[in-house]
Nanobody, 124 residues
Framework: QVQLVESGGGLVQAGGSLRLSCAAS????????MGWFRQAPGKEREFVAN????????YYADSAKGRFTISRDIAKRTVYLQMNSLKPEDTTVYYC?????????????????WGQGTQVTVSS
């Protein structure tokens, strides 16, 4: 089992920045992909970015490219999402997830563990 705990959400003005953190505990997770997703009320959960922990390979949704950066600190068992140039449409709950597979995936259903989510609110 893996437990994931997100932090770092909050209220920020448009154009500002936030850094989300996802701390993992439990079994070793070095072979995993870790991802960030987000879900607005009434909408499906959507992929934001993911990273392969063993070598740092990353993928981003088009909405995140150029503004968000995913990174990891293996020693701290923590994955980060640095979000810059935030827009009001980035307002939603952000979730951290872990995938115990070799291949990357952007599908919600293919992630095995989830955090509880952290709220990000961007004011205009």
């Amino acid at each position: 089992q893996v437990q994931l705990v997100e932090s770092g959400g909050g209220l920020v003005q448009a154009g500002g920045s936030l850094r989300l953190s996802c701390a993992a505990s439990g079994r070793s997770f070095i072979g995993y992909w870790m991802g960030w997703f987000r879900q607005a009320p009434g909408k499906e959960r959507e992929f934001v970015a993911n990273i392969r922990l063993i070598d740092g390979i990353t993928y981003y949704a088009d909405s995140a490219k150029g503004r968000f950066t995913i990174s990891r600190d293996i020693a701290k068992r923590t994955v980060y999402l640095q979000m810059n140039s935030l827009k009001p449409e980035d307002t939603t709950v952000y979730y951290c997830a872990a995938r115990v597979r070799d291949r990357s995936s952007q599908a919600v259903s293919e992630y095995d563990y989830w955090g509880q989510g952290t709220q990000v609110t961007v004011s205009s």
